[in-house]
Every structure is written in C-alpha cells, then in structure tokens.
C-alpha cells in the first residue's frame, strides 16, 4: 500500500512560461485548466500575500479536474510577528475567507516562515496549538516550512510530532534540510534546478527524487536525506506533495511534468 504522489509547481501565472510549457496563443484565462491537465498539484502563493475571495476559490475549484490538489500558502499575517502564540483571530481570519470552498480539491496548508525567525520551543507550540483540524465537517492539514538552522533540534521535531504536524523538507542552497516524518503526510519543496538543463534537473536526479518520492508514499524514510532525530517514524501510507521552484522556474513544469512520468511508470 502507498499514498497519493501529488506533483506539481508554485502558481500557473508566468510570462516566461507562454510558448514554453503554455501552447502559443493559449489564453490567460485557461492556463489553469491547461496546467492542471499536465500537473496533478499547484502550490498557490497568493493567499500568502493577501486575502482571497471565496468566488475565487470556487473558480479555481472548478477549473481543475477530480482529483487534483492544491497547497495553498497561508497568510504572512499569521507566520511574520515576533509572537506566535498571538496569530490566533488571523488564522480564523483565513480560514473563513472562502478557503473551503475548493471542497477535495483543497490540499495542505504551508505556513512558511521567515529566514530569521528563530526557534522558540514555548511560542511554536502554541502556535501549533492554534491550528485547527477540522472546520465545518472538513478535515484539515497544515505543514510547516522553517528556514533557519535554530529548528535543527530533537525538541522541535518532537512538538511536531506531538502535534502530527509535517516539517517541509526544502531543497535549498542555504535552508535548513530537515527530512524528519512528523506527521501522515511528506511535503517537499525542491529549488535546485537549472534553466541550461530542458527538464531542469538531470535525468539522474530526477530519478533518484521518483525514488524518494516513491519510498515515502510507501512509509519509508530516504537514507541519503539528512534528518535530525535519528528516531525512526512508524512506517505507514503516507500522501506525498512535491514542488519544482524557485531556481530555474522556466523549467520547473518539464521537471514537474518528468517526475510524474517516472513514478507513473514506476506504479
């Protein structure tokens, strides 16, 4: 047994990528349904700036086919303050903005934050505490991006575990790479492609991330990722969500789009 592979990128509005990965003369207003007919996710980076309409969540809802997920961003009112324990009205803010209304299509929530936030154990759990689980019948799922080397402890990793929460595992030049299973599903962030290589990364490398990816869904645990509590997870099914961004982002459809062929191939 294994969990769903969900791939994909961050966004689908991109100048570059028209006559690229969009077919000359597509429209704006079907780059979605386009992207979403090659892909089977899209992190969406929007919520994180500002608030969304719930007609929007409807629309994109509605522009994707049945079993495609997004991962939404949530807000930086709620992961840039010097208090965490104090995001509380923001959170719920958020969440009734309209973010249900993508019904199965709605995927984890990523709180992403900044390079400069430090760990502090008291704060982050109560932070975690402030997460909610399930809203209006809907079972809800969160996932924590950290970027500074301070969260490189055992403490952290057992809050998240406590609290069933997933830490993402970034593929980074300079953040942390934390490869520990805290919760029931994997949440990757891959960031090290390249615009010279058409599938922005190297046919080896996209086979040896097919294989992770693959292992995880499986419940294992990659022995070439680094992790900070050598303590292994119980092994179970897990959901698995994987990003090509950032670095070489003209690429990062090829990337995305060559990853799901290899583990489709693979199942």
């Given at each position: 047994m294994a969990g769903k592979i969900h791939i994909g990128v961050g966004g689908w509005t991109f100048a570059p990528w028209r006559g690229v990965f969009y077919p000359d003369k597509l429209p704006h207003a079907k780059e979605l349904g386009y992207a979403a007919s090659q892909l089977t996710s899209i992190e969406i980076n929007g919520t994180f700036y500002g608030s969304q309409k719930p007609e929007s969540f409807?629309?994109?809802a509605r522009e994707v086919p049945?079993?495609?997920v997004f991962a939404l961003k949530g807000p930086r009112f709620v992961t840039n303050r010097k208090v965490l324990a104090e995001a509380g009205d923001s959170i719920d803010r958020f969440y009734h903005s309209g973010v249900?209304?993508?019904g199965d299509r709605l995927g984890p929530v990523l709180?992403?934050?900044a390079p400069t936030k430090k760990f502090d154990a008291?704060?982050?759990?109560?932070f975690l505490d402030l997460l909610p689980r399930q809203l209006d019948g809907h079972a809800l799922r969160h996932v924590v991006e950290v970027r500074h080397d301070s969260f490189c402890v055992p403490e952290f990793i057992g809050l998240l575990r406590q609290h069933r929460v997933p830490v993402v595992f970034s593929e980074h030049?300079?953040?942390p790479a934390i490869a520990d299973l805290t919760g029931d599903f994997v949440y990757a962030r891959l960031q090290k492609g390249k615009e010279t290589v058409k599938t922005g990364y190297p046919p080896k490398a996209l086979d040896a991330w097919s294989e992770r990816l693959q292992l995880w869904a499986k419940g294992g645990e990659p022995a070439d990722l680094p992790r900070v509590d050598k303590t292994k997870a119980k092994k179970q099914p897990r959901d698995v969500f994987a990003y090509v961004i950032h670095e070489a982002k003209l690429r990062a459809p090829a990337a995305a789009m060559a990853l799901i062929k290899r583990v489709s191939l693979s199942r």
């Amino acid at each position: 047994m294994a969990g769903k592979i969900h791939i994909g990128v961050g966004g689908w509005t991109f100048a570059p990528w028209r006559g690229v990965f969009y077919p000359d003369k597509l429209p704006h207003a079907k780059e979605l349904g386009y992207a979403a007919s090659q892909l089977t996710s899209i992190e969406i980076n929007g919520t994180f700036y500002g608030s969304q309409k719930p007609e929007s969540f409807r629309k994109w809802a509605r522009e994707v086919p049945d079993g495609f997920v997004f991962a939404l961003k949530g807000p930086r009112f709620v992961t840039n303050r010097k208090v965490l324990a104090e995001a509380g009205d923001s959170i719920d803010r958020f969440y009734h903005s309209g973010v249900l209304e993508m019904g199965d299509r709605l995927g984890p929530v990523l709180w992403q934050f900044a390079p400069t936030k430090k760990f502090d154990a008291d704060d982050f759990a109560r932070f975690l505490d402030l997460l909610p689980r399930q809203l209006d019948g809907h079972a809800l799922r969160h996932v924590v991006e950290v970027r500074h080397d301070s969260f490189c402890v055992p403490e952290f990793i057992g809050l998240l575990r406590q609290h069933r929460v997933p830490v993402v595992f970034s593929e980074h030049a300079t953040y942390p790479a934390i490869a520990d299973l805290t919760g029931d599903f994997v949440y990757a962030r891959l960031q090290k492609g390249k615009e010279t290589v058409k599938t922005g990364y190297p046919p080896k490398a996209l086979d040896a991330w097919s294989e992770r990816l693959q292992l995880w869904a499986k419940g294992g645990e990659p022995a070439d990722l680094p992790r900070v509590d050598k303590t292994k997870a119980k092994k179970q099914p897990r959901d698995v969500f994987a990003y090509v961004i950032h670095e070489a982002k003209l690429r990062a459809p090829a990337a995305a789009m060559a990853l799901i062929k290899r583990v489709s191939l693979s199942r």
